[in-house]
């Protein structure tokens, strides 16, 4: 089968499309032959080298989630899968391929109405995005502000958080094109990527959702209101500086609180149910999946090229 594997950590070059031999259902998994593939933030740090730390080597495929048909099981699963429209996430890689497998735990039937490529866009994000606004404590009334909004995980952040009440959505952006898109699917407020404003008397949030990290994080902890809580939910833009905490103590009367999340933390079946859900909504119309652009597979180098250049709103998917 075709796949596409990272020869050489870096740059977007790296990615190479190689023949790979077929992977084969273990026990407990599913064997999904791929219609659509997300690529995400993680995927590009991880081909940067950036986390190589933890264990990448040279030869990974790399992706995270698919949606399409099952064409096998393994042992012990129920044959009535074969057939069947799934979303599935497939571990730190093996995305990026013509079939891939996947633990049946970390499989969601898709709903009539929801298509494979808006699968992709919420599959993951959505999920991140329910439970950091509940690990930040997120009640009707907040204000928030997200920064990197215009990616799967802040764009999702932001619908829910209108839905559930916010009394305002700040919303960080790159470009007054991003700003206006982000207006239209709820923020209040615009803000420059160092959380600049051109109204002086712009208050202070109640939450800010971190998705990028990296070294302007602590410029953001003077965007806290009093007790106000920081929630760092991903690091596309780099590890914050190593004493970005001396930020918090010399604001100690304030009562502000940093935290990190990852879904990781989050029991599987809890995650799942969430996923149901959002899918359910979305094929319902009540929330919307933001794709940028739909490029083949061969085109990964294109679709890592534009992540890199910060041109993507949305997510990119990748068909086979």
């Known amino acids: ?53 933890f264990g990448f080597r040279v030869g990974l495929v790399p992706g995270s989630e698919i949606a399409g048909r099952v064409v096998g099981v393994g042992d012990g ?56 606004l509940a690990h930040a404590h997120f009640a009707r009334g907040d204000s928030i502000l997200l920064r990197g909004a215009a990616g799967s995980i802040g764009i999702t952040a932001l619908q829910l958080a209108r839905a559930a009440g916010a009394s305002a959505i700040g919303v960080t952006t790159s470009s007054p ?33 971190d998705v990028i990290g990296g070294p302007a994080l602590p410029s953001f902890v003077d965007r806290l209101a009093p007790n106000g809580r920081m ?3 991903g690091v596309v833009g780099g590890y914050p500086p190593a004493d970005f905490g001396m930020t918090f103590m010399s604001v100690f009367q304030r009562s502000l609180s940093f935290a990190t999340f990852s879904l990781d933390t ?5 995650r799942n149910q969430v996923r ?14 933001v794709v940028h652009d739909v490029l083949r597979l061969d085109q990964a180098v294109d679709a890592h090229r534009r992540i890199d250049a910060g041109e993507v709103f949305g997510r990119i998917v990748l068909t086979v």
């Open 1 to 53: 089968m075709r796949a596409v594997s990272i020869q050489e950590f870096g740059d977007p070059s790296g990615l190479v499309v190689v023949d790979l031999p077929e992977p084969i259902a273990a026990p407990g998994q599913l064997l999904v032959e791929t219609e659509a593939i997300g690529v995400g933030g993680v995927d590009a740090v991880i081909r940067r080298g950036t986390l190589g730390s």
């Open 77 to 132: 699963v129920d044959e009535m899968w074969l057939g069947r429209r799934v979303w599935a996430f497939t571990g730190v890689g093996g995305a990026y391929a013509e079939r891939a497998v996947a633990d049946l735990a970390d499989v969601a039937v898709l709903p009539d109405g929801l298509s494979s490529i808006d699968s992709v866009a919420l599959g993951s994000a959505g999920p991140v995005a329910h439970f950091a």
């Open 177 to 209: 094109v991003r700003g206006r898109k982000l207006l239209d699917l709820g923020a209040t407020v615009v803000l420059d990527r160092l959380g600049d404003s051109d109204d002086a008397s712009e208050p202070r949030f109640d939450i800010v959702l």
């Open 231 to 233: 929630v760092l939910v």
């Open 266 to 270: 989050v029991p599987t079946p809890q």
């Open 276 to 289: 149901t859900d959002l899918f359910d909504a979305a094929a319902r119309g009540e929330l919307h999946a």
